[in-house]
């Protein structure tokens, strides 16, 4: 009943005590002509064996298949003590730590968080994190704005080789207050950002330069060059970064002669499970002269009364419960979490582990490319170098080779064809420390037999230079 | 409770790692990557055994207050019971295993699940269409904020651009409607709790793009003439946003559809039970009424019939063309929404209104038993809805000891406080949310915890102004916090 | 009661202004405002050369608990911020009148603080308030 704990006898004492004779006469405020009906579009109560029953049946539907997508979001092994701890109810039925005496676990939790997320990024400062990764680079953009104080234009470069997904979440979160997004096109040869595109925004008024590495394709980005030209043009630069990759390589803060100013990216590499996209949870790092410009919670090592050093939430006259109609953003809650996870996973991993699940990861993706470009009519599609992910051009479709690789349990990658018009038979795969040799062979043959299966496609074209939008 | 913990870093150790849980392959295999973009120096992440980490992270928890070890009435926030199936259940492998872009051919059960659960939120809340989405409560503030800019540009009626909000909103309400390009006008509310009529008639006009209410009210009462203050905004052009955060209270008894919102976000981690995971991740679907259907955030999963039987298919761009667009990279916080999806099967139609009525039952309990030990009431006259306030002006202006002093006090008896300072129209207020999975004897024990202290501030007021005194810290100085920043552990000053 | 030296002129935010010796004005906030807001833990000043319409938002002040705009009095132009509140913002409630000051302005026209609120003025409308 509703986790409801009462015994008739407790419900009769407690109306006698509140001096009312039933649960009902506790509504009479409420107008009579809007109380509800019975609710016959939810279905009658399950107990906990038939719910279990239920949620077995659907999750056999879905099934365990083997999977090469990557696209933003990664299968890596998750060390079973990570979710074992995480799920401890101390962690998992707590809530935002406003009585700091009563959290300094989730308090001490966050700031090593911190720690961890500022160095891997080699910046000064973390947030306690945002929803998402996409959520992030909105977030990061609308910051960039404040930061930014020299420019007036709110407009934000950001190209074409950004997660199409996160482009179109800072789209949807920023432009109601006026932030302009403008895409800068990549080279279709190399994969990467064109840097030469970026001579037509020279002389005027940019707010900030996005910076995705690897980027979208996998491909990495002269990330030096791309952040010095933003520099020297009076534009700040946000960095879009794996968490993962970066282990080996150079953090945001390095990037240039001045590093990055914003550093933001998906969290769930981090030791949280695909789950279909969510919860996963968004991380934010900065320098410290704009440590009030960042949104969303923030923790701090301070004294309590007797000199002990203890944690709590700080910097809260940022935050939307003080300012209101003017805090940074209206976000109120972290992905605590999820953060949970993350620390416990980047505890256990190290530096040297997490080095070594980039190089497995890209080491099974070499594998996984090497193999299927063997395949006639499959080569690699662009020519810079990538990590851990790479687009492949496929002289056939690719939507029905996708189809008949998932009718026998495997995700092949993900079919660009929807973001990238431009780039025909073009398929992003990813493979992890989670795929073996043998899968990977197993991918090579079923894709093998799928293709000799279907017709080639119109006409093996090199793909057309991409458009500014 | 232990007194502290070392920060992880402390027990570093070089060469010391949990070296069962790493891949095998050495930095070689990166040997094609270009030297330019390499890293040169590692990260600061602590050398730890496996063990280490374990120990560490269970004591951190050991820290915390949570429902699963204190009473947490935390007025505003429904920290009730989450229970372990919907954990449990939502992490069965093939869930977590499964990527945000496999295909629909391997989402037939997942995406059932969201599909039943937009339905049955449709029909608890009234709302012809529900979005999944918004990953917090405040994001589906933004969401319905957007919804309703995006429906008034639609129509050409570009000058609704203010949001009405009363005195007492939370925080988000004004701050989303900022983010959302609006600007913010306040209306007070009058001395019984309700939306004053007059102020908000002369507030609305040409301008005005809505209203946000929470109802009941964060005053912990129910909007009594609500059908007016829709009468009024409605006529005005204007339209009803619903913040979702007081569902609780009238889950089963009312639906906001009915009240005449034309747009909601519903709290999943608080009326719908999912864990708060110590700040998030939430869930904060949204619903609209007809009117704004074609605005919702995608992507939603739609239902249709096939040759092999109903399949469930995502809804994107194509299908809803004046959508405001996408609001997380893929589907919101998937795993909570299966979470809500478990706990409203079990809860069932049956079980519904069971929560609004219990939740109900025992605030209004709690709240004449403390009135009885000598607490005020802010709203006496006032039936509580599934919170209420208490107020301790009295307390502070003779005997020096204020709200924060009593929520203090209350971690040493072994309860969480309650929210303090908010709403701010009531001075040294405590606002009480008890929840529905709470026991009798829980809130009789809670009673008695106040009352002990009530008697302490009048006996010796420093002990529970100088509280807690049982915990890890003690009150931690805020200034310094913000002050002298440490945001981050440094090696070199305090290994 | 809070402070409210005489010689000064205020306004209804809470802001006072001292006209110097060379016709400039310094801006700061009055004792009542830092008392309300508790102890400050960082302060925005403007940057010099600014040009402020009255009621302007122009600074900022921040306790742990609250964080309160401070408008422009009058239409101005920005000489300098105090550059001391960067270190110490407790100067402000140390001293509000004295090494607190916010900013020194070049006002548009001098009659305009002349208009404001004297001392008795602002101590009654205190008054008012409190009630």
């Keep these: 009943m509703a986790f409801i704990p009462h015994t008739s006898a407790d419900v009769q004492e407690m109306l006698a005590a509140i001096g009312v004779s039933s649960i009902e006469q506790l509504f009479e405020e409420i107008p009579k002509e809007l109380r509800a009906r019975a609710m016959r579009g939810v279905p009658s109560q399950l107990n906990e064996m038939e719910i279990g029953r239920l949620m077995s049946e659907r999750a056999r539907m879905d099934g365990r298949p083997l999977c090469f997508i990557g696209a933003g979001a990664y299968e890596h092994h998750i060390p079973s003590a990570v979710w074992a701890l995480t799920t401890r109810g101390e962690f998992y039925s707590a809530y935002t730590p406003y009585q700091a005496e009563a959290s300094q676990g989730t308090l001490q939790l966050i700031y090593e968080y911190q720690t961890m997320m500022a160095s891997l990024t080699g910046m000064e400062v973390s947030n306690a994190s945002l929803y998402d990764g996409a959520s992030a680079v909105a977030e990061a953009s609308l910051m960039a704005v404040r930061a930014n104080r020299k420019s007036k234009s709110q407009r934000i470069l950001i190209p074409a080789t950004v997660h199409p997904h996160y482009r179109k979440v800072a789209r949807a979160a920023a432009s109601n207050q006026g932030v302009r997004f403008e895409e800068v096109p990549y080279c279709t040869q190399q994969g990467a950002s064109l840097a030469a595109a970026l001579s037509r925004y020279e002389g005027q008024d940019v707010t900030a330069l996005v910076i995705q590495q690897p980027n979208f394709f996998g491909i990495l980005e002269d990330v030096d060059a791309l952040t010095d030209w933003a520099h020297a043009h009076g534009a700040l630069v946000i960095a879009v970064v794996n968490p993962t990759a970066l282990a080996v390589l150079k953090p945001p803060g390095q990037w240039g002669k001045r590093g990055a ?51 709590t939430l700080t910097l809260q006259a940022r935050e939307q419960h003080i300012r209101r109609a003017k805090a940074t953003s209206n976000i109120c809650t ?51 170098a990538y990590f851990h992910e790479a687009v492949l051009s496929l002289d056939k479709p690719v939507a029905p080779l996708l189809a008949a690789l998932a009718s026998r349990g ?60 | 409770m232990h007194s502290r913990e070392k920060v992880i870093f402390e027990y570093s150790r070089p060469g010391r790692g949990a070296t069962d849980q790493w891949p095998h392959e050495e930095g070689s295999a990166l040997a094609d990557l270009p030297e330019g973009i390499r890293r040169t120096g590692r990260p600061l992440l602590p050398e730890v055994s496996e063990l280490d980490v374990v120990r560490h992270f269970t004591r951190l928890s050991q820290l915390n207050f949570s429902i699963d070890t204190h009473f947490y009435p935390l007025g505003s926030c429904t920290m009730k019971y989450n229970p372990k199936a919907c954990n449990q259940y939502a992490m069965l492998p093939e869930f977590l295993g499964r990527h945000p872009l496999a295909p629909e051919s391997h989402g037939q059960g997942f995406l059932a699940c969201l599909y039943e659960l937009q339905e049955m939120l449709r029909e608890v809340t009234g709302m012809q269409g529900v979005a999944l989405s918004p990953m917090a409560g405040a994001h589906g503030e933004f969401a319905g904020v957007a919804m309703i800019r995006a429906y008034h540009r639609s129509r050409g009626d570009l000058a609704r651009n203010e949001i009405i909000v009363p005195e007492a909103a939370h925080g988000t309400n004004p701050a989303t409607a900022t983010m959302c390009g609006c600007v913010v006008r306040e209306i007070p509310v009058d001395a019984q709790g309700d939306v004053d009529l007059e102020a908000l008639r002369a507030a609305v006009g040409p301008q005005t793009a809505g209203i946000m209410l929470t109802n009941p009210s964060t005053l912990g009462v129910f909007e009594r003439r609500i059908e007016e203050v829709a009468r009024i905004v409605h006529a005005a052009g204007g339209l ?134 000598g607490f005020e009431a802010a709203y006496p006259e006032r039936r509580a809805s599934h919170e209420f306030i208490i107020t301790v002006k009295r307390q502070a202006r003779e005997l020096g000891v204020t709200a924060m002093d009593f929520a203090k006090r209350l971690l040493d008896q072994g309860f969480h406080a309650p929210t303090t300072y908010f709403p701010l129209l009531v001075p040294e207020c405590l606002l009480i949310e008890p929840t529905e999975t709470e026991s009798r004897q829980t809130l009789d024990a809670f009673v008695a915890a106040m009352e002990q202290i009530l008697s302490e501030a009048m006996q010796e007021p420093e002990h529970v102004t100088g509280a807690p005194h049982t915990m890890p810290v003690r009150r931690l100085d805020d200034v310094r916090a913000a002050k002298q920043l440490d945001l981050t552990w440094k090696p070199t000053a305090q290994s | 009661m809070s402070n409210v030296p005489a010689d000064l002129r205020y306004t209804k935010s809470h802001e006072w202004l001292r006209t110097l010796p060379d016709g400039n004005v310094e801006v700061g906030i009055t004792d009542h405002a830092q008392e309300a807001l508790g102890d400050l833990v960082f302060v925005e000043v403007p940057e010099a050369g600014r040009t402020l319409k009255a009621g302007e938002s122009c600074a900022v002040v921040e306790s742990v608990k609250a964080a309160s705009d401070v408008y422009a009095p009058i239409a101005c132009t920005v000489i300098g911020g105090n550059p001391q509140l960067a270190s110490e913002p407790e100067a402000i409630n140390k001293d509000p009148y004295g090494s607190g000051w916010l900013m020194r302005i070049r006002p548009g026209s001098p009659a305009e603080v002349a208009a404001l609120l004297s001392a008795a003025e602002y101590t009654s409308f205190l008054a008012a308030e409190g009630e």
């Excluded at chain 1, 100013?261 to 279909?276: C, F, H, N, R, T």
């Excluded at chain 1, 990238?420 to 073996?436: D, I, N, Q, R």
């Excluded at chain 2, 040759?307 to 761009?317: H, S, T």
Aim: aromatic share 8%; with cysteine; proline share 5%.
């Design chain 1, 261 to 311: 100013d914003i550093a933001v990216g998906e969290g769930q590499p981090l030791g949280v499970p695909l789950s279909s996209g969510g919860p996963y949870f968004g991380f934010l790092t900065t320098r410290m002269e704009y440590v009030r410009q960042m949104p969303g919670r923030i923790v701090g090592r301070t004294l309590d009364v007797t000199g002990r050093p203890g944690f």
């Design chain 2, 240 to 373: 009803l946003y619903y913040d979702g955060a007081n569902l609780n209270a009238i889950l089963g008894k009312v639906r906001p559809g009915d009240m005449g919102f034309d747009v909601m976000h519903m709290n999943l981690h608080k009326t719908f039970s999912t864990p708060h995971g110590g700040g998030g991740p939430g869930a904060g679907a949204v619903g609209v009424g007809a009117r704004l259907l074609p605005f919702l955030p995608i992507p939603l999963v739609g239902k249709s019939a096939s040759p092999e039987g109903e399949r469930y298919r995502w809804l994107a761009e194509q299908d809803l063309p004046q959508s405001i667009g996408r609001l997380s990279g893929f589907m919101g916080n998937a795993g909570v929404l299966l979470r809500a999806y478990i706990y409203m099967r079990m809860l069932g139609r049956e079980g519904m209104s069971q929560v609004g009525e219990y939740a109900t039952l025992n605030a209004n309990y709690l709240l004449a038993r403390l009135r009885q030990v």
């Design chain 1, 410 to 469: 495997i995700l092949g990658g993900l079919d660009l064809s929807e973001h990238y018009p431009e780039l025909e038979g073009a398929l992003l795969v990813c493979a992890t420390e989670t795929k073996t040799s043998e899968d990977i062979e197993l991918y090579a043959g079923a894709l093998t037999e799928a293709m000799s299966g279907l017709a080639t496609r119109g006409l093996a074209t090199r793909a057309r230079p991409a458009t500014a939008a």
């Design chain 1, 334 to 384: 972290n992905q605590g979490l999820l953060v949970t996870a993350a620390t416990i996973y980047m505890s256990l991993m190290g530096a040297a582990g997490l080095e070594r699940v980039a190089a497995a990861s890209h080491a099974r993706t070499r594998e996984l490319v090497s193999a299927l470009t063997r395949i006639a009519g499959v080569r690699l599609a662009f020519e810079g």
